[in-house]
């Protein structure tokens, strides 16, 4: 598990005193039985999970692979001021969904765009998809993907996580805890909200200052400035 811890450094000494989590895959994960049986059927999933829950997670990555390399083809992502690319695993994210993360576009605007450019190349290019079950499932996983109500119900908090966030709550030294994220600003409410997700977000109800998503701040990770933004509060607030 990743945690990005920041140390705000004093002239006699670098203490850590601040403590930055990222969401998915470090607060939370997404429930991959969940999404698959949305875009499956109960009777397929069945069928994958008799071999191995990772054959499941590994089916699930490469279809959303792909889905990632057909929204590149609408659009490249153009590196940060720093020169950084956003990715994810080794893919490098289409520009489509930087605008998503930043607030520019909507979930449903970009299932919208997405799905046109699909049904566009199924018809213009025969062999675009090995057949039409697998633009079918292509299909399902964007607007699954987009969907901020199901990215929310289908993101669940990693109990591991959940135990280290109380013990640096309890902790004698006082760590200030943050959030930054590459988030769309309606899902993160949706999932912030969530009954199921009371047990990693209930600390930050009354401390969303410390909660920097980009869909809100207008800016992405990699860049800097995302970090410099947490740093700066934490710098001048403590």
């Not at 994960?29 to 994958?48: M, N, R, S």
């Not at 990772?54 to 929204?71: G, P, S």
């Not at 080794?90 to 607030?103: A, D, E, N, S, V």
């Not at 805890?177 to 977000?201: C, D, G, M, R, Y």
Request: with cysteine; glycine share 4%; charged share 25%.
């Amino acid at each position: 598990l990743t945690i990005l811890s920041s140390l705000l450094i004093t002239e006699s000494k670098c203490e850590i005193k601040a403590v930055i989590f990222d969401i998915g895959g470090v607060l939370c994960k997404t429930d991959k039985k969940a999404f698959a049986k949305e875009i499956f059927g109960v009777k397929d999933i069945c069928y994958l999970g008799a071999y191995s829950v990772y054959y499941l997670d590994f089916t699930i990555w490469k279809f959303q692979e792909r889905v990632l390399n057909l929204m590149s083809e609408i659009e490249q992502q153009i590196p940060t001021e720093d020169g950084l690319i956003l990715r994810h695993g080794q893919t490098q994210l289409p520009k489509i969904m930087c605008k998503w993360f930043r607030g520019e576009l909507t979930g449903n605007q970009v299932n919208d765009i997405v799905q046109k450019y699909i049904q566009n190349q199924a018809d213009q290019n025969p062999n675009k998809f090995k057949n039409k079950v697998e633009q079918e499932v292509l299909s399902k996983v964007v607007r699954i993907m987009f969907d901020e109500n199901k990215l929310a119900s289908h993101s669940k908090p990693i109990d591991g996580m959940v135990t280290i966030l109380k013990e640096l709550q309890n902790s004698k030294k006082d760590y200030k805890i943050f959030i930054l994220s590459n988030w769309s600003q309606l899902s993160f409410e949706k999932l912030f909200n969530a009954e199921h997700t009371k047990p990693v977000f209930d600390y930050f109800k009354d401390k969303l200052e410390h909660v920097f998503i980009s869909g809100d701040k207008k800016v992405i990770k990699p860049s800097r400035v995302a970090y410099k933004n947490v740093l700066a509060y934490a710098k001048e607030k403590y």
